[in-house]
């Protein structure tokens, strides 16, 4: 009687495995087909969203950082995000893709994202940008250059 549920486990364990996946290769893919197009760093972020089938959280200027203007991350159905990075100069966008982990660091920044315009002219996210590509830096995404 045990084995029915020891493989339905594993069953459940490899369709997730699957998704993680087929979710890093369709953001993999999408961030490839936008990188070269000559629109804004917000289109592209749009662009790949609706392209891999993801919901963008947000999309916010770095200040203060020596190496990143303007970071989004874009949420899948697997748990995962992908998240963008437009390199100071603007050339470059560098990309990632993310679990859970890191939720604590994208949750005010997503918050702030979903406020009124005149609600985020007052609240000041600069802290929380930054402790979120530290922790990328940290964890080996997003080194500086």
């Known amino acids: 009687m045990r084995k029915p549920i020891a493989i339905a486990v594993l069953l459940r364990a ?39 089938r993801g919901a963008l959280l947000f999309d916010v200027r770095i200040d203060g950082d020596a190496a990143i203007q303007r970071v989004a991350a874009i949420r899948y159905p697997s748990d995962q995000t992908g998240v963008l990075a437009l390199e100071k100069q603007g ?8 679990n859970g982990a890191f939720s604590s660091f994208i949750g005010p920044l997503e918050a702030w994202t979903s406020q009124p315009l005149s609600t985020q002219a007052k609240t000041d996210i600069v802290g929380h940008a930054s402790l979120f590509i530290g922790a990328l830096r940290n964890a080996g995404y997003m080194r500086l250059s």
Do not use: G, N, Y
Not at 37 to 43: A, C, H, K, V
Not at 91 to 98: D, E, K, S, Y
């Open 14 to 52: 490899i369709s997730l495995m699957a998704a993680d996946e087929l979710d890093a290769v369709v953001f993999q893919m999408a961030v490839e087909s936008v990188r070269a197009l000559p629109i804004s760093f917000t289109e592209k972020a749009e662009k790949i969203a609706t392209m891999s």
């Open 91 to 98: 050339l470059v966008t560098r990309h990632c893709l993310i």
